[in-house]
């Protein structure tokens, strides 16, 4: 009863290893890119719902300035034009080629009003939250989340660039996506997590394979299968909790860069050993497995080695793009977590 009992916490643990790092990626993913698409900071909190609307000159700088004022949902529905209007009667519209006169005259107290308007043709700006309904309708009825995300973006100094998809354009890194708050409380709480749940599962895999040697269903085995996998879960548990650590040192940033990669060369070193423990005692334990999906999972994990072999060679004697390493890096690290998800399935 306890092979069943271990096998079937090994195939919790399994399909928990896969699903929750998956989820804490990309949901960095989608936050950073929510952020990307929403301008925040950019609109002052001004009346937004007339097609036209006149301020003092002050009344407008007070608005862009206090930062504590801005909110997510009160932003302009439609693209506009700005107007300034001069002590003078005269009006420019505000342009990147007219920045600094303003400027100049904002500062020299020679602009009476700003006048926003609607472009004669309303052209729905999707910067605005109010055009992405169902998030409106969220942040409109749990203030607490935008203002989550309003202070994410001003602690943010580089900003939430508008992306696609990381996995197809490489546009920015996992660990970028996940530097900044909310989404560093998310990423560092799933992965340790994830890590964790990882010392169960190759925890338990030994406890199997002892428990099977005890019943001399199988001969002597090795564990080395194990204390790489322990040595894994400690690499990815710190590579976690060192991120966001923005330490201005070269030394801190190359054991970053070590640690990640003695994680990969350690899970697969642990992925690899336990598949050929289990090629190789298949027709003892047979009843607990499906043949099957261990051919499958012997192919996977061939597969990921010769990847990785590619990849660093790319990356050590090539010169590949950003673009390049961004893409390797969402669609590598996706990858590597189907062994666990074949996992789950190797066993009945």
Known sequence: MKSEKFVKKIKSYAFVSFIIPLIAINTCFLIYKFLGDIEILTYPNLNWDKNEHSYTYTEFSNALKNGKKYKMINCPKYKFDTYFITIDNESFLKVDDNKIMLENLGSNNKIKSVVIKNLDEKVLNYDCLKNHHFS???????????????????????????????YFYGEVSISRTARYFPSIVVFKTLIILS?????????????????????NILDNFAKNFYYLGILSCILLALHASFLGLDFDSKIFAKIRKLIIILFIFF?????????RHLFKYRQEIKKYIRLVILKIKIIFVLVVFLTTCFAFSILTFGDPSTTFKHILEWNYFTFLLLYYLLSRLLWR
């Open 136 to 166: 409106y309708l969220v942040f409109k009825k749990f203030s607490f989340l935008e203002n989550i995300l309003v202070n994410a973006t001003k602690k943010n100094p580089s900003g939430f660039a508008k992306i696609k998809n990381p």
């Open 195 to 215: 890590a964790f749940l990882l010392f169960l599962y190759w925890k338990n895999n030994l406890n199997l394979f002892n428990e099977l040697k005890n019943k």
């Open 267 to 275: 899970e697969i070193l642990a992925q690899f050993f336990l598949t």
